[in-house]
């Protein structure tokens, strides 16, 4: 068998990868050009994978590093300091932020109360979405609080659409009410492939925390 390279298969390999791209960028292109509609979305990301409120935390940065301001309420979760908390709160004016929550619902231990933490937290967020000087809003872990019904689902659903035109909404956990999925533009499912704490391994700062 002979070592040198067989140039004509490298030739017509690199001729059909053109071909290829050159159709892509067509496609491509023309969804671009369709695409002229500019509003404020809503954003939603679900699943029992990790990452929601990771993926929710760095559309806020994103958005603070074009300038935008951001405001961050926090559902269920309270109970510890996340990164994503003590790094954003060194930009109060770029990102107004509110921990709202005492902690997950298997640690509180109290429906009445976390149903008081969460009609509380969605007033804080009403506010947010009356307020046209905020440009993107993260709720995180605000599906829960619909998931338990400690929120009334068409008010939230009513509340969000009745915001600025322009302001982007971010809505992160797990379950996810079909009804606000349907009111939402952009939707991702965090699927669970692996996970180093079904090996034992415990929450690492940075990573999970």
């Known amino acids: 068998m002979s070592d040198t390279p067989n140039t004509n298969d490298d030739a017509g390999r690199d001729a059909r990868h053109k071909a290829r791209m050159v159709r ?9 050009a369709a695409a002229q509609t500019e509003r404020g979305v809503i954003v939603i ?13 760095g559309m806020v940065v994103r958005a603070m590093g074009h300038g935008m301001r951001t405001g961050v309420v926090q559902f269920i979760k309270g109970a510890f ?25 298997w640690e509180t231990q109290d429906r009445a109360r976390d149903v008081a933490k969460a009609e509380a937290a969605w007033e804080v967020a009403r506010q947010m ?4 000087s905020f440009d993107l809003i993260l709720f995180d872990e605000l599906n829960i609080a619909l998931k338990l019904h400690y ?3 068409d008010t939230v659903i009513a509340d969000l659409r ?15 009410p079909s009804a606000l ?17 079904e090996q034992g391994i415990k ?6 925390m």
């Open 181 to 197: 999925i349907e009111a939402a533009d952009t939707v991702t499912d965090m699927t669970p492939v692996k996970h180093a704490f």
């Open 24 to 32: 892509k960028k067509e496609v491509v292109d023309s969804k671009i």
């Open 81 to 105: 300091p996340s990164g994503e908390e003590m790094f954003l709160r060194r930009f109060p004016e770029e990102c107004e932020f509110h921990v709202m929550g005492e902690g997950y619902t």
């Open 203 to 208: 929450a690492q700062p940075g990573v999970e």
């Open 45 to 57: 990301t679900t699943g029992n994978g990790k990452g929601k409120s990771s993926s929710g935390f």
């Open 162 to 176: 009745a915001r600025p035109p322009k302001q982007h909404v971010v809505i992160t956990g797990r379950g996810a």
């Open 129 to 132: 979405l009356r307020d046209p």
């Open 151 to 153: 929120l009334d689902l």
